[in-house]
């Protein structure tokens, strides 16, 4: 079992439309939690840490469920801007583990 | 501009050859990571460092893959006898808790 397990999509949505998507983890030890942003050809950037009560920023809710060693990533009225790779991201005791990725494109 | 510089940024060897990567992180950050990514998937953890000391070193990666940072500042990745295999982007990141900051990358090309 990987790790850090992902739904590679890709998400085809329009404009506005709410889209979710969740990550699991194996080790059920990890620390910290993050959302990670990639545009094609560019080097990933951080989107939003996951706090275990749940955090907003905006159109982006993140969530954390350590029972079922999940977390998820909702985005509401989504842009074109968000057209991009999402990257969850765990802390595994010190590595920072990748999952692969799930892409989103979001159409006019 | 993140303060991650990576070089060289685009590498094309033959098969069998060594390629040696530097990263340069942000300067007051004390841990330092290596990734590599090939397309469609995400960043694959490779090793990391806490200042000079290398903490972990993935189990995936053989021996033909060392890392070093001597002085607890930038880091060389070194691969040796490569092989198509290895083709791939190798981003190094440094880290300030919380985040991490990830360079350009560095791509290699093995024919």
């Known amino acids: 079992r990987k790790e850090v397990e992902q739904d590679p999509g890709p998400f085809n949505v329009p404009e506005g439309a709410t889209v979710a998507f969740n990550c699991t983890y194996s080790?059920?030890?990890?620390?910290?939690f993050f959302w990670y942003r990639q545009d094609c050809r560019k080097e990933p950037k951080l989107l939003m840490s996951?706090?275990?009560s749940g955090n907003e920023d905006g159109r982006f809710t993140a969530q954390l469920n350590r029972a079922s060693q999940y977390i998820s990533l909702l985005i509401r009225d989504s842009k074109l801007s968000d057209s991009a790779t999402y990257l969850c991201?765990?802390?595994?005791?010190?590595?920072?583990?990748f999952g692969q990725g799930t892409e989103l494109s979001v159409k006019p | 501009d993140t303060g991650v510089s990576q070089d060289p940024r685009h590498k094309i060897t033959k098969r069998g050859q060594n390629v040696t990567f530097r990263c340069d992180p942000i300067s007051e950050h004390n841990r330092l990571y290596w990734y590599r990514q090939t397309l469609g998937q995400g960043p694959e953890f490779l090793t990391y460092f806490q200042n000079e000391a290398q903490l972990e070193k993935s189990r995936l990666l053989s021996d033909r893959f060392s890392a070093e940072r001597p002085k607890g500042s930038f880091s060389t990745l070194e691969i040796q006898r490569t092989e198509q295999g290895d083709s791939a982007m190798y981003l190094c990141?440094?880290?300030?808790?919380?985040?991490?900051?990830f360079g350009e990358g560095s791509r290699l090309t093995v024919l």
């Open positions: 990141a440094s880290l300030r808790p919380g985040e991490l900051f």
């Open positions: 991201v765990v802390n595994d005791e010190g590595k920072l583990i």
């Open positions: 996951v706090y275990s």
């Open positions: 080790n059920s030890a990890s620390q910290s």
